[in-house]
């Protein structure tokens, strides 16, 4: 069985690595047709677009990963029942689900490797790739979009705003601060900048107008400089500009957590960011429960009916995921049941295929 199982395992990985690597120059191919005027335009040298192309390869293994899968199960399964290997395995007293094994091995390596991609890699890489468009693409003396006029709920019935930043998010400018008990204001103190000031952990304001209301009375007073100690950091303003797609899983999660408790909202597109790159890399083993079974029988015009195959489930759950996910942006449907939802139908499709193969 140990001999068997090897040797699926090794039809199964030659499959997976060609099958990516023809996806991945299909890719390169498409977008470098669409992008051709844009690199003579910018006169790009030919080790610049290699290394922009390299830069794209973590997210297109990601992406088409569940595609690879299926078709190298779809393939190898295929192969065995049209050369008359697996009816002598079936009859040798190898089940459905001992089949499986070989190929569920390599679909565990293979979700391993996507997870370390999604968590790790892919952000670097589109990180490395957004900074090269700007640089590269971009006219002239744009700069990214700035954060201005920003609200912030603070725990506590506290309201931040600030009209600018600077690059690091220490120091803030035209600063406002209200406090509220229940729906009542008491007390707003406005500021020309404040600054975070590392050692103490608090927020500096320079020039400080503070008004408290009591009642229908109002006080007023003014002091150069004043500490506040709010749950916002600075690093958690500079995340405000940052893509989903650029952080790497920790800094997601602090991410979330962080503006969720600084009470931003909006928040729905880095929720389905964040749980995507844990269901797109499940998504690779999932599949396979689809390709294998349904290849176990003979069919006529093989080879032409498995990449058809391959095709309409491969990128119906591509097609599936990106409307659902953006079901999940939109605020249609809930985060996380819009980054799970076509791993958990696909995976029913898969059990369904399953139970007819082994009837």
């Not at 910018?42 to 992406?63: A, F, K, Q």
């Not at 506290?158 to 220490?170: H, K, N, T, Y």
């Not at 320079?206 to 690093?235: C, D």
Request: glycine content about 6%; charged content about 15%.
């Amino acid at each position: 069985m140990k001999i068997l199982n090897r040797y699926i395992f090794r039809q199964f990985a030659k499959a997976f690595l060609f099958a990516s690597l023809a996806f991945i120059c299909l890719f390169i191919l498409i977008d470098m047709v669409e992008k051709l005027d844009k690199f003579m335009d910018r006169h790009l040298g030919i080790e610049e677009i290699v290394h922009y192309y390299l830069l794209s390869i973590p997210s297109t293994i990601l992406l088409t990963s569940p595609v690879s899968a299926l078709l190298s199960s779809i393939l190898v399964a295929g192969r065995l029942s049209l050369s008359s290997e697996l009816p002598a395995i079936r009859s040798a007293g190898v089940s459905m689900r001992q089949l499986l094994h070989p190929f569920l091995v390599g679909g565990v390596l293979i979700c391993s490797m996507n997870l370390l991609n999604a968590w790790w890699v892919a952000p670097a890489a589109f990180a490395g790739k957004s900074a090269f468009e700007q640089r590269s693409f971009k006219k002239s003396g744009s700069h990214p979009t700035e954060i201005r006029n920003i609200h912030i709920l603070e725990p506590g019935n506290r309201i931040v705003s600030f009209e600018s930043l600077d690059s690091d998010g220490s120091n803030l400018e035209g600063v406002s601060i209200e406090e509220f008990s229940g729906d009542h204001l008491i007390s707003r103190s406005d500021g020309s900048s404040m600054r975070y000031a590392s050692s103490s952990g608090t927020w500096v304001m320079q020039k400080v107008s503070t008004r408290l209301f009591n009642g229908g009375s109002e006080h007023y007073s003014f002091m150069p400089a004043k500490a506040f100690r709010l749950a916002i950091s600075p690093q958690s303003i500079r995340e405000l500009n940052l893509q989903p797609d650029e952080m790497n899983i920790v800094t997601h999660y602090r991410y979330l957590i962080k503006q969720q408790q600084g009470g931003f909202s909006g928040l729905e597109r880095a929720m389905v960011k964040f749980h995507n790159k844990i269901a797109m890399p499940l998504a690779s083993l999932i599949i396979i429960f689809i390709g294998v079974p349904l290849s176990s029988k003979k069919k006529r015009g093989a080879l032409a009916s498995e990449i058809a195959i391959t095709l309409f489930f491969g990128f119906l759950f591509l097609g599936l995921q990106k409307t659902i996910s953006l079901a999940g942006y939109q605020g249609v449907m809930d985060p996380v049941l819009a980054a799970w939802l076509p791993n958990m139908l696909f995976l029913a499709i898969g059990y369904v295929i399953y139970k007819t193969a082994i009837d």
